[in-house]
């Protein structure tokens, strides 16, 4: 019986890890790579919302990671126009129903913020004639920040790793 309630405390401890990401702290980049652009995405904690599953961030079509609550990357980018948005996770899985998208115009030597947040909908009730239940739907925002705005947010937030981080 021991043994069977530590592996359950087992997989709770790593979901819950799961949930929140674990990289370094915030360090601002310098300046952009010469001819590029920096834009920094991150994922401050909804306090409302923070037991929802996180999703999904795909710039222009190619998955890019799964948000995690109080998460920030960041890109390099060449100048031109990129789209970013936000799709819906299922059981960890990314669905193709985007939540929200931003059209970014990026220009060489800028630095640009993206904040993902997550806000109140609607709530919903049902009943089946036995039990009843009620559950909080949100909707998935992505929006350009200024700077101002963005720092005090992402100075507690930890590193997402990605395949194009330079």
């Known amino acids: 019986m021991t043994y069977l309630r530590n592996l359950i405390l087992l997989i709770l401890v790593i979901n819950l890890i799961g949930c929140v990401a674990m990289g370094d702290k915030f360090v601002e ?10 834009v920094y995405v991150y994922h401050p904690k909804d306090d409302a919302y923070g037991a929802n599953e996180a ?3 795909f710039l222009d ?3 890019i990671f799964r948000f995690t609550h109080n998460g920030y990357s ?3 980018l060449e100048p031109g126009t990129y789209n970013f948005n936000i799709r819906l996770s299922t059981f960890f899985v990314a669905t193709e129903l ?10 060489a030597g800028e630095t640009y913020y993206l904040r993902y947040y997550e806000s109140h909908d609607r709530m919903e009730t049902w009943s089946n004639g036995v039990s009843a239940g ?5 909707t998935a925002n992505i929006e350009e920040v200024e700077k101002y705005q963005a720092l005090p947010e ?9 395949k194009m981080m330079r």
Do not use: C, M
């Not at 985007?98 to 220009?107: A, E, G, H, P, T």
């Not at 009620?134 to 949100?138: D, E, P, R, S």
């Not at 992402?154 to 990605?162: C, E, F, T, W």
């Open 74 to 76: 960041y890109f390099s």
């Open 61 to 63: 079509e190619k998955q």
């Open 29 to 38: 980049l310098e300046e952009p790579e010469q001819g590029k652009a920096i």
């Open 154 to 162: 992402l100075s507690s937030k930890r590193l997402l790793n990605h």
């Open 55 to 57: 999703n999904f961030l």
């Open 134 to 138: 009620a559950y909080q739907l949100t």
């Open 98 to 107: 985007v939540r929200d998208s931003v059209n970014l115009n990026v220009k």
